[in-house]
């Protein structure tokens, strides 16, 4: 008789969660004998896209009971989740130590995310709440509901600190929301609305970049490109370059890190990721561990979507390598993502590391009925469906309708891309 294999997902958020129903269902399919515990420590699961609605209040994101859930509702049967706080992880011994006490491993997932880092900019910390804010936390989500209640004009300042971010495009999209709000409440024409980025326009990828780029620009908003932050003062933010930009309300982005963890077991690049192949989402540096989601270094967005496209790759290698098989390099770096742009409108952006954004319908060529790289009230509605979605199918681990693990070209008008670079 062969022993069961035990593998260990380390961190209780949207890719352990999804990694770990997914391994156990494909596991019992294939008849393979696997022992999965998931270990992280929140209890309370929150749907971290909805902290981009808290602060406007908007139905169904209206306190954190909206976007919050027990995490426990969402592990699927055979998952063995204890809740517990991670202290250390041996990659050589395979044992990961926690307050409660150690787990041994054949196989580990890493799956912690990553933080933001208020402490990293001068003169920040000790603003946050009052002068300053965020958004991407529960707390200072809530706090920026009250900071924008208050606000009666000025200059508002939205600051992208440095990258990378966990979904790079949530600025932009509170951009456009705090343009609605502000249209709404009659004080937009004595707001001067800035987006100060350390990007050279609003996005990474060139066509998407022109099209937000413009579009925020169309709404008035002032866009302060190639400005990292790295003072912030109680009038003004302060660029490495000496550009000094002024605010009366400061929404700000701060710098994120990985895990510690990651770095101390040496399989980090220093600031908390983990040195990850993007292939085949196996550590550069230790074997029989895999990673996924926001603590990956590979070179595409941090995003829900992406840890759940990640966490199929993952389970198919664990898989193949606990028969014996080499990994396949099967990861594409897809990212699926619907940018709100205001006044009931959104895009929806489809790429991968090769790809970048480009228009057309998705997910079926020519009906759609999503609009790719345009504006659509579909879209939005498409955004606002992703909260169940992500609740019903995505956590636990099952399939989305016609959105597969890689990206398609069907449907994307992929001549935009062959005139941009001259057919090369
Ligand atoms: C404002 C905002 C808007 C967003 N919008 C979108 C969107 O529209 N679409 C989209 O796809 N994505 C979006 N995202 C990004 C998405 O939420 C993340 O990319 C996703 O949650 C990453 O999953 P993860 O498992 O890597 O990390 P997380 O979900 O953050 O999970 C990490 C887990 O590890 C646990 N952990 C860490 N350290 C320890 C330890 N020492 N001991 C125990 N447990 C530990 C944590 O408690 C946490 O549960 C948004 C994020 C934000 C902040």
Same mark, same amino acid.
């Given at each position: ?8 997902v ?5 890719g ?6 997914l391994?156990?269902?494909?596991? %019992?399919?294939?008849?393979?004998d ?10 309370l ?20 009971? !909206? ?16 809740c ?12 990961v ?29 000790? %603003?946050?709440g ?9 707390d200072?989500?809530?706090?920026? /509901? ?7 004009g000025? !200059?508002?300042?939205?600051d ?7 979904c ?9 929301l705090v343009?609605?709000?502000?249209t709404?409440?009659?004080? %937009?024409?004595?707001? %001067?609305?800035?987006?100060m980025t350390?990007?050279n ?16 620009? /169309?709404?008035g ?6 400005a ?33 963890l990651?770095d ?6 220093g ?11 196996k ?25 759940h ?10 898989l193949?390598?606990i028969?014996?098989? /080499?990994?396949?390099?099967l ?18 952006? !489809? ?24 504006e659509?009230?579909l ?21 989305i309708?016609?959105v597969?693990?890689?990206m ?17």
């Amino acid at each position: 008789m062969t022993m069961a294999v035990n593998v260990l997902v380390l961190g209780d958020g949207t890719g352990g969660l999804v990694v770990s129903n997914l391994l156990r269902k494909v596991a %019992r399919r294939k008849g393979v004998d696997v022992n999965v515990r998931l270990i992280g420590n929140s209890p309370l699961h929150t749907y971290q896209p909805g902290l981009l609605f808290l602060p406007f209040r908007k139905p169904g994101y209206r306190s954190l009971a !909206d976007i919050q859930r027990r995490n426990s509702d969402f592990v699927g049967a055979g998952v063995d989740y204890r809740c517990e706080i991670i202290a250390a992880i041996d990659a050589q011994a395979r044992t990961v130590t926690t307050d409660k006490g150690s787990h041994r491993y054949d196989w580990l997932v890493l799956a912690l995310g990553c933080r933001t880092m208020v402490d990293a900019i001068d003169g920040l910390a000790e %603003r946050w709440g009052t002068r300053a804010h965020g958004f991407y936390t529960p707390d200072s989500a809530l706090r920026l /509901a009250d900071a924008l209640d208050k606000f009666e004009g000025g !200059d508002l300042l939205v600051d992208i600190a440095e990258m990378p971010i966990k979904c790079p495009v949530a600025p932009l999209e509170f951009v456009c929301l705090v343009d609605e709000y502000l249209t709404r409440r009659g004080v %937009r024409s004595q707001t %001067r609305l800035t987006l100060m980025t350390p990007l050279n326009g609003a996005f990474t990828k060139p066509i998407c970049n022109e099209m937000l780029t413009g579009m925020l620009v /169309a709404k008035g908003v002032e866009v302060v490109p190639d400005a990292p932050l790295a003072v912030v003062t109680d009038k003004a933010v302060v660029c490495p370059d000496g550009k000094t930009v002024p605010y009366d309300l400061l929404v700000t982005i701060p710098p994120h890190e990985g895990s510690d963890l990651i770095d101390e077991a040496g399989l980090g690049d220093g600031l908390g990721f983990g040195l990850t192949d993007k292939l085949t989402l196996k550590s550069k540096k230790a074997e029989r561990v895999f990673l996924l989601g926001d603590n990956t270094n590979v070179p595409t967005s941090k995003a829900g979507s992406v840890a759940h496209f990640q966490a199929e790759v993952v389970v198919h290698n664990l898989l193949r390598e606990i028969a014996g098989e /080499a990994a396949e390099p099967l990861a594409d770096g897809h990212t699926n993502c619907f940018i709100e742009t205001g006044f009931g409108k959104a895009i929806l952006v !489809d790429f991968n590391y090769d790809v970048q954004p480009v228009p057309g319908r998705f997910p079926l060529p020519a009906i759609g009925p999503m609009t790719l790289l345009a504006e659509s009230r579909l879209n939005h509605l498409g955004k606002l469906a992703f909260k169940p979605i992500y609740w019903h199918l995505l956590l636990p681990g099952r399939s989305i309708p016609l959105v597969g693990s890689q990206m398609s070209t069907r449907g994307k008008q992929m001549e935009v891309l062959a005139a941009r670079t001259g057919g090369h």
